[in-house]
């Protein structure tokens, strides 16, 4: 979704009174990126459209809580279980909103890419990072022996560029320090 686009399907209206939303916005990957709670989340969700994230949501789930006691439990046992890429509270992650942490980086390259080779700029189209946190981050994780070099393949441009692998962390050369 961007800025300007619409929200297709419908639209979450309160059931009643009372009631609390929590959300949930994903990626077209199913790729979870932030948990919320509020209790009218069209005017809510417009605040999120100027985060760097938000041109990443392609869909969202809403469910209802009848207190707002109960669907701030439900937030938070959502986002200490389920760990949204841009939820920084009760998510045990230092994050400064304009980069992205590092804790995800490895987590997100291990579940898309797996054993295969990766460049910045599929770090940047597939996980929607910028590429310079992806370039920052993909250091630090090469220094902690998170991730290894493969040396040059042609990325997406066709031109021979760095590729890396994302070490699965029981193989790692160091103890992880993340």
Same mark, same amino acid.
């Given at each position: ?27 077209s ?29 392609? /869909? ?43 804790? /995800?980086? /490895? ?29 920052s ?25 760095? /590729? ?15």
């Amino acid at each position: 979704m961007t800025a300007s686009s619409e929200i297709a399907g419908p639209l979450p209206t309160r059931p009643a009174d009372g009631f609390t939303a929590v959300y949930k916005f994903f990626t077209s990957d199913d790729v979870l990126l932030y948990i919320g709670i509020c209790d009218e989340p069209i005017k809510r969700w417009y605040t999120h459209t100027r985060k760097p994230w938000w041109p990443q949501v392609d /869909h969202f789930s809403v469910v209802w809580h009848p207190s707002r006691e109960a669907a701030a439990e439900a937030e938070r046992q959502a986002i200490v279980a389920e760990k949204p890429i841009h939820n920084v509270a009760m998510n045990g992650i230092a994050y400064n909103g304009s980069m992205f942490p590092r804790v /995800h980086l /490895h987590r997100l390259t291990r579940e898309r890419f797996g054993d295969r080779p990766f460049c910045m700029a599929d770090l940047e189209t597939v996980l929607g990072i910028s590429k310079g946190s992806a370039s920052s981050k993909a250091r630090q994780l090469h220094q902690q022996g998170l991730f290894e070099s493969v040396g040059k393949l042609r990325g997406p441009s066709g031109r021979a560029v760095p /590729h890396f692998r994302a070490l699965p962390l029981e193989s790692s050369k160091t103890a992880p320090q993340i």
